[in-house]
């Protein structure tokens, strides 16, 4: 059973950093694009980044580039997302999904508030 765990969000005032970081397990390879994708509250999902199977290619939003940074591990099975200068506006919940085949899966997510 494939189960992903999403941990390091938290509450943070403006201009502040977060890492955060997901773990798969489940798995038999690293054969899986990895993307985050975030939900503001009132708001529908927003795709914050992805990443390429080996690691060697990465998009952004417009809305975060230059602030934030996706990376990913494939020894322990884990992406991570390092966020910088965050904004109020980045405010929501940080999903992670994992594209493997033709299966999308996703984690609990978790939390960002961005406040003073």
């Known amino acids: 059973e494939v189960q992903l765990v999403e941990s390091g969000g938290g509450m943070v005032q403006p201009g502040g950093s977060l890492r955060l970081s997901c773990a798969a397990s489940?798995?038999?390879?690293?054969?899986?694009?990895m993307s985050w994708v975030r939900q503001a509250p009132g708001k529908g999902p927003e795709w914050v980044s992805s990443i390429n199977t080996g690691g060697s290619f990465t998009w952004y939003a417009e809305s975060v580039k230059g602030r934030f940074t996706i990376s990913r591990d494939n020894a322990k099975n884990a992406v991570y997302l390092q966020m910088s200068s965050l904004k109020p506006e980045d405010t929501g919940i940080y999903l992670c999904n994992f594209h493997y085949g033709p299966n999308d899966y996703w984690g609990q997510g978790t939390q960002v508030t961005v406040s003073s």
């Open positions: 489940g798995f038999t390879d690293s054969n899986y694009g």
